[in-house]
């Protein structure tokens, strides 16, 4: 190795290069084969693959003696630079207040290809930024060596000081003038029990700029000389542009150009509020090829319509005319993001060069998208990420970003363009419904001896940015919609899942925890009401079904622990039921634990009890706060949330109609446990979500006999 060289790419790893590895073959298109891929993505962790991977890129040294960390991941809400700041601190020597945390825009070299999504940001970056901060600390070291005429080992380092032989420097002190750096090799990172911050409930270092309202959002990002863009969209399903007349709109007051390009229209005003009066009063007619209906949609996403793939499969298949075998069928609705900041982006297109603020989980994405759309090159490109005001995979899509540079394009000035809500809500990338058949057949011990999950679903993985075409060919089967929908009982010797796909007329794409919701709902309430029909305890049906091996013994742990932790009970007690469900998302099993009552006709969750094994906690605060956020979210979804088609239009277009949990619905005391099963971060934000709608639902069978088989679960 050439050490005395900068900017050495000294840690090169691949994400899916072992799925490609994998792929490859005579085999490739034979179903076991695809089910082991399947297997191994499932609980894969891909680690980061981007470029920048020199770790005077990622840090910055500040003349207070302060360090900036470019952060490769976005910061959506879920404490991630928090997570990163604490990993960063212990391996350079720094205090935690020392260091910022600012999320790398595309002219620092450091872009991660996967974007920021699956729950993996602190995962991924776990050994990376680890090797990254500790490979900063020895260059400092070096340069402090020659400094101070010192040789390297009698050099120590605390608080972002190198020190001995009775003199020191600052970090900053050695960063000046340095313009080239010596990197060496990769050193030993520190023992786990060595770090200070890894693993403590540190308050979360952006807390202060949310709390005093700091301009930190997309929305609130602003150019000189900025103008303000609306763009008119379709509102029915499918239609397209046929023609326009905007004469009246260019004469409103304060316009500056009504553009058209391709099948849109934008408005560009001095004011966001002149562009949308100039937008009322364009006539716009649309092609309509169809007028859609929720019965129809339905009618698509049914199991046994599209296509067929074959996930999981072990032992022998129930027989269909057998008198025994159970089955339930089980539904959820269309969903949307809903996150509270609509997309949009700030953008300038000046002499060639382009600059777009706005809130992306994919930002190396976007770049490309952009240099793709206006023939440009790449490097051209600025995208500045902001922080997200909610994200759940909605980011994941910012084609908004190309309509903001080429309005900025042709006026010669910035443009800053914010979807309305109305526009938010109709042209998502919605959750797609989804459709499930449970099978199922109890031994004479009251065990299960057959289980079997049929679901359909529409795209979530399938034509999105993250994944290439040739993954799903290779692969057959929609990565995010069989999210969960594998069956995770180890012992049990006859299983079976199969899902259905097939690609909607409107967009559907992730959605946080993607399949793992509905999936899940669909397993484990069938498993609970064949416990209840072979009169069994359905904590001990469970644990009897899963084996003693790593995986099924941290399971196991998590359902014990949330038994014990809940009191749980299997009895209806002054009119509240106990409702239990277990889940595994990406290696991390998670189970819960709800109590229910009935009031005015209505559910009401009082009690949740969440134990989940996601290894090391890198911040146990912000850990329990990922699982407290995601649970009220699976509520909302599981108890509230439904898009629907109504004269070919997706509704509602607004919140209040569009109806979502609310402080009062949440329950008064929420449990967490963290529980250690191995000795690495795993994936948090999205496996929390998976059993909760379940466990609802259990509750409910315990205390009026009626199992709820549909999303929002309504009692009528």
């Not at 995962?123 to 500790?134: G, K």
């Not at 972002?160 to 050193?187: F, R």
């Not at 679903?457 to 995010?480: E, F, K, Y």
Request: include cysteine; charged fraction near 20%.
């Amino acid at each position: 190795m050439n050490k005395k060289i900068s900017r050495r790419k000294f840690l090169v790893r691949g994400s899916l290069g072992t799925l490609g590895v994998l792929a490859i073959g005579t085999y490739v298109f034979r179903n076991p084969i695809r089910r082991q891929i399947i297997d191994f993505t499932d609980s894969f962790i891909a680690p980061y693959s981007g470029s920048g991977t020199e770790p005077n890129l990622w840090f910055e040294i500040t003349k207070d003696n302060s360090v900036i960390l470019f952060s490769p991941k976005v910061e959506m809400g879920q404490g991630t630079f928090t997570g990163l700041a604490q990993i960063a601190a212990d391996e350079l020597d720094i205090n935690i207040n020392q260091i910022q945390v600012i999320a790398a825009s595309t002219e620092t070299g450091i872009v991660d290809r996967l974007g920021t999504g699956g729950s993996i940001s602190i995962a991924s970056l776990w050994i990376p930024l680890r090797e990254m901060a500790a490979t900063m600390r020895e260059m400092l070291k070096i340069e402090a060596s020659k400094k101070l005429n010192i040789p390297i080992e009698n050099l120590s380092t605390q608080n972002g000081i190198v020190s001995g032989n009775n003199q020191q420097m600052t970090y900053a002190e050695i960063a000046t003038n340095v313009l080239k750096w010596e990197i060496p090799d990769t050193p030993e990172l520190k023992s786990i029990k060595d770090y200070k911050f890894i693993g403590k409930p540190l308050p979360r270092i952006d807390l202060n700029a949310k709390v005093f309202g700091d301009p930190i959002f997309g929305m609130d990002a602003e150019m000189e000389n900025m103008l303000h863009a609306v763009v008119t969209r379709p509102e029915h399903i499918g239609a397209t542009f046929k023609s326009a007349n905007f004469s009246k709109a260019e004469k409103m007051p304060g316009v500056v150009k009504v553009v058209q390009i391709d099948d849109w229209l934008g408005i560009i005003a001095k004011t966001y509020t002149q562009a949308l009066a100039a937008k009322m009063e364009i006539d716009v007619e649309w092609n309509i090829p169809k007028k859609w209906t929720e019965e129809e949609i339905r009618t698509l996403i049914s199991v046994g319509s599209g296509d067929e793939m074959l996930v999981q499969t072990r032992g022998n298949l129930l027989e269909n005319d057998d008198s025994e075998v159970v089955e339930i069928e089980f539904k959820s609705p269309l969903g949307a993001h809903a996150q509270i900041e609509p997309n949009g982006a700030v953008a300038s297109y000046k002499d060639g060069k382009v600059t777009v603020i706005l809130s992306t989980q994919v930002i190396g994405i976007t770049q490309n998208q952009i240099a793709k759309a206006l023939d440009i090159d790449a490097e051209n490109i600025n995208i500045i990420p902001t922080y997200l005001g909610g994200g759940f995979g909605r980011r994941l899509n910012t084609s908004h970003a190309i309509q903001a540079v080429q309005m900025s394009k042709v006026v010669g000035q910035p443009v800053k363009y914010f979807f309305t809500r109305q526009e938010e809500f109709q042209n998502d990338m919605f959750r797609p419904p989804t459709h499930h058949i449970m099978k199922g057949k109890l031994n004479k011990e009251g065990l299960i001896e057959n289980l079997e999950h049929h679901f359909a679903s529409g795209n979530v993985a399938i034509d999105s940015v993250l994944l290439p075409d040739i993954t799903n060919t290779i692969l057959g089967a929609d990565l995010g919609a069989i999210r969960g929908g594998s069956i995770h009982y180890s012992a049990m010797e006859n299983i079976r899942a199969i899902q259905w796909h097939k690609t909607l007329p409107f967009a559907t794409s992730w959605w946080r925890s993607l399949g793992l919701l509905a999936n899940t709902f669909a397993i484990e309430s069938f498993v609970d009401e064949l416990a209840l029909r072979g009169n069994k305890n359905p904590i001990e049906l469970r644990l009897a079904q899963i084996k003693d091996n790593e995986e099924g013994i941290r399971l196991k742990n998590v359902i014990n622990k949330a038994q014990t932790a809940s009191n749980y009970s299997d009895k209806v007690v002054n009119g509240k039921a106990m409702g239990f469900a277990c889940s595994t998302d990406a290696g991390t099993p998670c189970a819960q634990v709800v109590e229910v009552s009935i009031v005015d006709n209505e559910i009401k969750v009082h009690k949740v009890t969440c134990v989940m094994d996601c290894g090391i906690a890198v911040n146990p605060d912000q850990v329990k706060a990922q699982c407290e956020g995601a649970m009220i979210m699976a509520m909302s979804a599981a108890m509230h949330e439904k898009m629907y088609i109504e004269d070919g239009q997706l509704q509602p277009t607004i919140f209040g109609p569009y109806e979502m949990a609310m402080i009062k619905h949440a329950p008064k005391e929420i449990n967490v446990f963290l529980l250690q099963g191995v000795d690495k971060p795993l994936p948090v934000g999205e496996p929390p979500l998976g059993p909760i709608a379940a466990a609802i639902g259990n509750a409910v069978r315990r205390l009026t006999g009626k199992r709820l088989t549909e999303m929002p679960l309504k009692l009528s």
